[in-house]
């Protein structure tokens, strides 16, 4: 996967320009769930000049129980699966709606790397994107260093969003 990035080595916020365009148009909200991005997510949409208009908010839910605490992801789904799971996004996706009235709910979990976690490779992100029409996650393996997988589910978590928004 290719990664747009600024030359401060940031995530491109021409996808969160994109996403905050359509959101205003049908006049919905977002908030982000995030894991191995660790408030990647929501600094990319910041940036964007009026972004107040749309973001809510968001949670970083680094360690596996804050994912229950926080975001109401299921316990027993985490302690099968791990942290790192299509359906913990998910849940992640959808808790971070509930948690703060968004009509939109973007969430990363993965493994940035260098190490495996839960038994999933460096690389291994699944991004999941609620809407009121319906909830799609993607899982993907990005290639690169911990911040290139970072920026990855970023621009990952974006572009599901904008497909999902046209």
């Known amino acids: 996967m290719t990664v747009s990035t600024d030359p ?3 995530a491109s916020a021409g996808g969160a320009r994109d996403v ?20 990647l997510v929501a600094a990319t949409l910041v940036d964007v000049p009026g972004a107040s208009r749309s973001v809510r908010g968001a949670v970083v839910a680094y360690a596996t129980d804050l ?37 939109v709910g973007l969430a990363t979990t993965g493994v940035a790397g260098p190490d495996p ?24 393996h990005l290639v690169g260093d911990r911040a290139a997988v970072r920026r990855g589910a970023v621009e990952a978590v974006l572009g599901l969003a904008l497909e999902m928004l046209r």
């Open 117 to 140: 976690q839960d038994g999933a490779a460096a690389g291994t992100v699944h991004v999941a994107v609620r809407t009121p029409l319906g909830t799609r996650v993607r899982s993907l």
């Open 8 to 10: 401060g080595g940031r």
């Open 67 to 103: 994912k229950t605490s926080l975001l109401g992801v299921d316990a027993h789904l985490l302690a099968q699966r791990g942290a790192v799971d299509p359906q913990v996004a998910v849940g992640m996706a959808e808790g971070v709606c509930a948690r703060t009235g968004a009509d």
């Open 20 to 39: 905050l365009a359509a959101l205003e148009a049908r006049g919905w909200t977002v908030a982000a769930a995030e894991s191995l991005t660790g408030g």
